[in-house]
Each structure stands twice: as structure tokens, then as C-alpha cells.
């Protein structure tokens, strides 16, 4: 038994996963592992149903986050070079910092990050801001492997402390791409035989 979802598709050839003392699945581990992903997001979404986003600090509080891609109905896959549109939903209280930065992570099932940016290394200087706003990122010609993608949204103070993170706000899922076997980015693919 382990919790280390690196561990599992590294060292073992067969996983079994649990979920409330039942076997919902017994095979390949990266399947056990995607599943018992989307068995999480399932809680999370059932607990935001119940319950509002991660507990407000002093300063500020992500209420939401969406994905989508550039036009492509919310829902429907990313494809490869589609421009990918992460939305956030923002409060800010008075304790609100002078200058901040929102960042966003992007990992893949197994946990691993496959992308992250903030506003900071893109250049934007945000400054002190109060009541309910809306930002967005937008990731130009994309080429995420094919799987699903968890985001992760952060606020930060200029010295890089967070105050405000909404782990697995949202998630998309990239259409599957014959031309590759897997992993988490996509390259176009050629090939030539040589002459002797």
C-alpha cells in the first residue's frame, strides 16, 4: 500500500484501487492511478457543491477556476496547437497586498507538473485590488499529451509567499493523438529511411 503515485507506475506492473473498502479497479498501474485522480476530483466537486473553494485568508480567495480552449465549447478535448483559456475567479478583502502575482501549475494524473507560469514572468505587475475580479491566462498553441490535466491556481506577495491556493481548481482533458504512445507533451512526428 502507498500513496506515492510516482511510486506506483514506477514499481509495480499491477495496482489495485480501493475506494471506500471496494475494488473499483485491478490492473495497469498508470489506469489505477488516472482513476484514483478522477475518484479525488469527484470528492472535490462534490465538496464544492457543499461547501464554498479553500477557506478565505485576510487578503484574498480564488472561488473558482474554468479551462477551455479557444473556440471549443467548455467540456470538449484540447487538441494539440489549440490555445488553451484559464479562467479565475478572485475576492479580494482589505488585507489585499500592494503588488501580487497569480500563478498557475498544470500537472498531469500522476501528479507530475507539466506546466506553470505566473504573472510575474510574463511581465504583468499587479497592484492592490478590492471586491470580485476575473483574470485570465492564455496558453498559445498547446501540445499537451493526450490525458487529462489538473490546474492549480496560487496568489503570491511580491517576496513569493503564497496567500491564497486552490490545488486541482479544474481540470481539461486532451483528445487522444494516434501518433503518439504517451507522455505529456506532443511532437509532430516525421520519418525517412536513409540510403546506405
Known amino acids: ?24 479497479f485491478d490492473g495497469e498501474p498508470r489506469e489505477a492511478v488516472a482513476q484514483f485522480r478522477d475518484i479525488l476530483e469527484g470528492r472535490r466537486i462534490a465538496e464544492d457543491t457543499t461547501s ?15 479551462a477551455h480552449a479557444v473556440n471549443r465549447a467548455p467540456g470538449l478535448p484540447l487538441r494539440q496547437g489549440d490555445d488553451l483559456i484559464i479562467t479565475t475567479d478572485l475576492e479580494f478583502f482589505l488585507d489585499a497586498p ?8 498544470i500537472d498531469n494524473t500522476l501528479g507530475q507538473v507539466a506546466y ?3 504573472t510575474k514572468r510574463i511581465g504583468i505587475r499587479l497592484d492592490k485590488m478590492a471586491g470580485t475580479h476575473s483574470m485570465q491566462f492564455t496558453l498559445h ?3 499537451f499529451g493526450t490525458g487529462k490535466y489538473f490546474v492549480n491556481v496560487s496568489l503570491m506577495d511580491s517576496a513569493g509567499r503564497h496567500f491564497a491556493d486552490f490545488p486541482q481548481s479544474c481540470s481539461f482533458v486532451v483528445a487522444n493523438n494516434p501518433k503518439a504512445a504517451g507522455g505529456m507533451t506532443y511532437i509532430e512526428p516525421s520519418f525517412a529511411v536513409l540510403g546506405s
Open 1 to 24: 500500500m502507498t500513496h506515492s503515485l510516482g511510486q506506483v507506475t514506477e514499481l509495480c506492473d499491477r495496482a489495485i484501487l480501493l475506494n471506500k473498502g471496494e475494488v473499483v
Open 52 to 66: 464554498s473553494a479553500p477557506a478565505p485568508t485576510k487578503e484574498a480567495k480564488i472561488l473558482a477556476a474554468r
Open 98 to 105: 500592494d503588488d501580487w502575482i497569480c500563478a498557475v501549475q
Open 116 to 118: 506553470g507560469t505566473t
Open 141 to 143: 498553441d498547446t501540445r
